[in-house]
């Protein structure tokens, strides 16, 4: 067979043609494809970040609110006491007061190693320092002590559950304290001066002139080597005779929550409206070094400082307690923490968006450039062997036309494909018309039964053959023929959506096979693949029909369960880890058999999670916590 000259090839020219415009129209479709993805996640990242920083902002709030709620307590039962004629007993007075020789007025020791005070309880971990010139001999005074020392350890022993301490000081250098673990006022010394104390001098009538609830800045105690922030409440029983309750709320536990507990991909930090930065997980630094009295304003941090000017703007045009602002490169989730009045931000970057939106684009426009060399290379063996084969047979034809030689022709020495239905047969009897053979070409023609259409048909379901096969490709995955990571996404939203809408449960399973890597370092990776194939064959045939299964990635798979409560989940998931560990496996040889287990995590859709994000991201952590408890374990 004689090569064409490419330069003058109609089959290139064509399939050149051909690639250039299927390659536009490919490039546009996946252009669409990345834009329709995009902001399909963006629609749905915006609602579940609107759940998640609005039950986010809630759940940071609560020790806030619930101190503020005892202040009021605690306020309303003294006033009411007091107002009451509050007995006081001097003899009692002494016999948990003492004067010490450096002229303060201390708790005896046991009022924080334990007695058993006139209920017949036991009363313990409470402290007090009064200072030198303390009014101790005004009676008045003492009443207030008493009432106050009375109330600290009465109500120190619940709250303290929740709060570092409980304490009551007072203008006339008076604090008395229910500390467990701290012996606060056995430690200070006779000079000591509360009102110097921010806690203190904060609920003057200078400073609170409406005399409400005040919240103290963020500082660090090294007595309790803890971040803190207090509330300060005052009780008035006169204009000139007043008292404030006090709780140290530690905030150790909450920092962790904010620098750990966040999305995948996201950071979160908290600041004041004033623009003092209180938790950030790229500050901490700056933060010890200042002693938590850090502005933004002093950090070298255009970004932050874009970030605090922002929302600062939206904080004050908005008037919620909860909203989300897009910038250029993120979304900030903003909520309120109600109390000190602190502002938890998390800043979730676009990217997290555009990169899956992106992945997506990139794989449909390489395969569907796969699949067009692939139709290129057989259109080129479809042309040279119907078009450019039978031209090269014509060229011959003409030249035994040219040179008279008819014989050739007619005596089928120049074999013309006569017996296609096409263009090109009818060419070939038109040569043989041409060279004497009309008599010939009515018969010929009857003996062509095959119909252009039929070809046609014919190639249309190759074509279709071929279609459904890389559309297969394309969804499942070729080891264990289940759902792959990108089609078992699709399908999984699309079943949160319905059961959303329809208000039913939702359950997630993350599955993982364990010390996989183990097996294929020790068994090979013919093992590896038969045992993930022998998993998802198992997983497949333990859940139910209408449960959507899916292979991750490596040796992770993921099951949906619509329809499905928690309990339902677990007797589900149960059975799959039993089913599993029974499975056996030999080696190459067949010389020695091995077992493997599997972990699964748990999570379930709720009012608030139908976010696909969220519940992956909920079983994800479920799992890790079955690893930790000793693999092959469900929760």
Known sequence: MRFPNYKQSLTMDVMLQMAVRVSIVIIAVSALTYWHIYKTLVSSTIDGLEHYIQERGQRESGIFKLAESNHEIFRATYLAHWQQDFFYNDKFFWHVFERRSDQTIRLQKKAYDGYFNHSGLISKDVTAYIGANAPIENNAFRKKLLLAYTMVDHFGVAWTRQFANLYVSMPENVNIVYWPGVRWADNATSKLNVLSEEWVYITTRQNNPNRNSVWTGLYYDP???????????????????????????????????????????????????????????AKINEMNRTHGMLMISQLKDTQLQHYFQTLQTNIHHKQKDYFIVESDDEFLAVSKINGPGWWFVTVYPKSLLSSPSLNAAKFILIVSLFALVIELVMLYLVMMKKVVKPLETFMDASSAIEGQRYEKITGNVLPLPDHLDNEIGKLAKLFKSMSGSLQNFRSDMQRLTHSLEDQVKVRTRELQRAKDKAEKEATIDSLTQIPNRHSFYNRAKALLQQADHAGEPLCFLMLDIDLFKMINDT??????????????????????????????GGEEFAVVL????????????????VMIAELSFYTAQRTQSFHTTISIGISCASETIYAYELLYKHADLALYEAKQSGRNFSD
């Open 523 to 552: 068994y090979g990776h013919p093992q590896g693949d038969q045992v993930l194939v022998a998993c998802a064959r198992t997983i497949e045939n333990t859940i139910r029909e209408k449960d959507l299964l899916g292979r991750l």
């Open 562 to 577: 619509p329809n499905t409560s928690l309990e339902e989940a677990r007797v589900i998931a149960e059975r799959i880890r």
């Open 223 to 281: 007595t309790a080597l803890e971040w803190m922030v207090s509330l300060e409440t005052p009780i008035d029983i006169s204009p000139t005779n007043t008292l404030n309750i006090g709780h140290d709320i530690l905030l150790n536990a909450l920092f962790d929550r904010v620098f750990n507990d966040h999305l995948t991909g996201t950071y979160n930090f908290i600041f004041r409206e004033d623009g003092r930065l209180i938790a950030h997980p």
